[in-house]
């Protein structure tokens, strides 16, 4: 209900005021704000690139959907990519966050460099330290200093960049928010974007967000709700979530001119128990789905164009 009530106000009111709530209350509360999950996801995509026989060193990358920091863009310079192109349709980055996003890592440097280990480049980890630890924080410095360009607001259907100019399209937990005629128009233009090697890779969360905060709700909770009601409840900017399972994607990435390479799903076990114990009436939408469908949390995807 607050979600929907702010999502209602003028746009700049509206940003400012979520994410104000967010600081308070939220997953960004100061002083909880972690980046540790997105650095995970950072090396994951550079293991999936070399299972492919391909090298992330040196190359270009393409971030669908920045957020409030360019964690998974840092994670690359650490790494040795040559530039990460990371877009979002709003600017949501926040200056006082990317600086809260450093001082976790060198606060925690040992812990991190383990997460990176061998993909780390201890040259650029320095580099990060000594120019940015104890001294006054230039976002625009930063960006610079990890080969990061920063495109917002930009409609990524419609990118001004040049066709084969990038070697991945990546996106973390970013597909469940979209509409799918919207993804079909983001995947033709990765396929543009691509060079004749180039992957794909995406992280997608399929489970009910509602249920992140709430033990009490069950990660398909939200798959009980008519496509009215569900729009009703969640279909403001800030919490829509469409629904799609895990089948959904591999169809829609198939026809949108992709060939899935690999795929690994992370598989609720306590979803199947509830759709055997029929403790949860799914919606009309859902119910020829199998239960290894539905019961699938996340899925990362590797992909090729065709």
């Known amino acids: 209900m607050i979600q929907n009530l702010v999502s209602s106000l003028p746009t700049k009111q509206s940003y400012g005021l979520y994410y104000n709530i967010q600081r308070k209350y939220g997953a960004l509360k100061k002083g909880s704000y972690s980046p540790k999950s997105r650095l995970v996801a950072g090396v994951n995509i550079w293991k999936y ?59 925690n440097k ?12 201890n040259k650029n980890f320095s580099i990060i330290k000594d120019e940015f630890i104890n001294k006054n924080f230039s976002l625009q410095e930063f960006l610079n200093i990890c080969n990061i360009t920063y495109l917002t607001p930009l409609d990524a259907t419609k990118t001004p ?91 829609l990435l198939k026809y949108a001119g992709c060939q899935i390479v690999y795929e690994r799903c992370d598989i609720d076990e306590n979803v199947i128990n509830i759709l055997d114990n029929n403790s949860l009436i799914i919606d009309k939408r859902f119910k020829s789905k199998s239960k290894e469908v539905l019961a699938t949390n996340a899925a990362w995807f590797v992909a090729k164009r065709l």
């Not at 040196?58 to 840092?74: N, Q, S, V, W, Y």
């Not at 979209?178 to 233009?189: D, G, R, S």
Request: charged share 25%.
């Open 161 to 251: 960049l040049d066709s084969g100019s990038i070697d991945f399209y990546i996106s973390y937990t970013v597909f469940e928010h979209i509409p799918k005629n919207i993804l079909m128009n983001l995947i033709a233009e990765g396929n543009r974007l691509l060079n004749n090697d180039g992957l794909h890779i995406h992280r997608i969360d399929y489970s009910d967000h509602f249920s992140h905060s709430d033990e009490a709700i069950s990660s398909i909770n939200f798959l009980k709700f008519s496509e009215i009601a569900w729009r009703l409840i969640a279909g403001n900017k800030y919490m829509y979530m469409n629904r799609m399972r895990h089948d959904d994607f591999k169809e």
């Open 49 to 107: 690139i070399l299972q492919n026989n391909q090298s992330a060193k040196d190359k270009i990358f393409f971030e669908l959907g920045t957020g409030r920091a360019p964690i998974i863009p840092l994670a690359n310079f650490l790494m040795g990519a040559k530039q990460t192109i990371t877009v979002d349709l709003n600017p949501y980055m926040k200056e006082e966050l990317c600086v809260e996003m450093l001082d976790y890592i060198f606060q």
């Open 110 to 121: 040992e812990q991190v460099k383990k997460i990176f280990g061998d993909y780390l480049i």
